[in-house]
């Protein structure tokens, strides 16, 4: 199989069902995002080992790639490409409040960081919400599925749960925030 196709050397690129955008296009700009948030957990799921958090981020990656499909075909295509299902949102808040069960109550800002394992969870938090805010913006041109944005929304409430939970496990304190005046 041939990795390069040159088809997309004048800066189009092909979507599910063969209809080509360009590379610049806000769906291509999200489905960038959405497939950079893969890879950052990638990493993370390398720094997590057999920890606790190794398989649902397996499973949240697998997720992630079902929305990069989803992203990459259109709403008028006929193929339906629709993995991420409120099945996928009801895995993610199950999974925070379980975890939350272990977790100190939070009466301070904290601030990214502690352990490696939780600091590389609080940047994939990050371009988690940029990748929110990526499919945000081509939902106003063309309308996504509502459970779609929920599942991003609440993903970053996810990673920013699991950055917690890893600081336990290592038995790392979370960093509190503190005014720069104190």
């Known amino acids: 199989m041939k990795i390069y196709t040159k088809t997309g050397d004048s800066g189009s690129t092909g979507l599910v069902g063969g209809s080509r955008i360009e590379k610049g296009s806000p769906r291509i700009t999200a489905i960038g995002e959405v497939d950079e948030l893969n890879a950052a957990l990638g990493v993370v ?12 981020i397996a499973k949240i990656q697998n997720l992630l790639f079902e929305l990069g499909a989803e992203l ?9 490409n629709e993995g991420i299902n409120q099945a996928a949102v009801d895995f993610l808040e199950k999974s925070i409040d379980l975890q ?44 996504q599925r509502d459970v779609t944005l929920i599942f991003l929304n609440r993903l970053s409430d996810w990673l920013f749960v699991a950055a917690r939970t890893a600081n ?9 925030w503190m005014h720069p005046e104190n």
Not at 48 to 55: I, Q, R, Y
Not at 72 to 80: G, I, V
């Open 100 to 143: 939350n069960e272990s977790l100190p109550q939070l009466r301070n800002f904290i601030l990214p960081g502690g352990s490696e394992l939780a600091a590389r969870l609080h940047l994939a938090r990050c371009i988690c919400r940029r990748s929110e805010r990526a499919v945000l913006a081509l939902h106003k041109q063309e309308q």
């Open 72 to 80: 990459a075909t259109p709403l008028d295509s006929k193929f339906k």
């Open 45 to 56: 799921r390398v720094a997590a080992g057999g920890a606790d958090l190794a398989a649902p």
């Open 168 to 176: 336990r496990l290592e038995g790392v304190e979370d960093i509190n």
